[in-house]
């Protein structure tokens, strides 16, 4: 395993544990968000269009302003499962190369608190 896909097993376990600990189900189906960005709004939709042929529910792009000023696109591309270490990071390892292929960034994932 690379580091970068070291450095995301290691976080996910941590968010997992942080979820768990604070109550939530661990039993529960989550929708777990992947967050993209990127400066070029057609590398983005390139992306978007691989993402939901590989069966995740990809969001509309937003247009952000940065602190120094500059613009970013992102996006959200979600996908239910459970809160496995190994599931997860799974989808970042497929999900890593794709980005590097298309020059975005893979700013991480995020889910909800479930009972």
Same mark, same amino acid.
């Given at each position: 395993?690379?580091?970068?896909?070291? $450095?995301?097993?290691?976080?996910?376990? %941590?968010?997992?544990?942080?979820?768990? $600990?604070?109550?939530?189900?661990?039993? /529960?189906?989550?929708?777990? @968000? &992947? &967050?993209?960005?990127?400066?070029?709004?057609?590398?983005?939709?390139?992306? /978007?269009?691989?993402?939901?042929? /590989?069966?995740? @529910?990809?969001?509309? /792009? !937003? %247009?952000? %302003?940065?602190?120094?000023?500059?613009?970013?696109?992102?996006?959200?591309?979600?996908?239910?499962?459970?809160?496995?270490? !190994?599931?997860?990071?799974? !989808?970042?390892?497929?999900?890593?190369?794709?980005?590097?292929?298309? &020059?975005?960034?893979?700013?991480?994932?995020?889910?909800?608190?479930? $009972?």
């Amino acid at each position: 395993m690379n580091q970068e896909l070291q $450095e995301w097993q290691e976080e996910t376990a %941590e968010i997992i544990a942080e979820l768990v $600990e604070d109550g939530s189900n661990p039993d /529960a189906e989550y929708p777990i @968000e &992947h &967050h993209f960005a990127a400066i070029d709004f057609d590398s983005l939709e390139k992306l /978007a269009v691989d993402l939901y042929k /590989a069966g995740f @529910e990809v969001e509309d /792009a !937003e %247009e952000v %302003e940065l602190d120094d000023g500059a613009i970013v696109f992102c996006f959200d591309a979600t996908k239910e499962g459970s809160l496995d270490v !190994e599931r997860i990071t799974a !989808e970042i390892s497929t999900l890593l190369p794709l980005c590097k292929k298309y &020059h975005v960034d893979y700013d991480g994932w995020g889910t909800y608190f479930a $009972e």
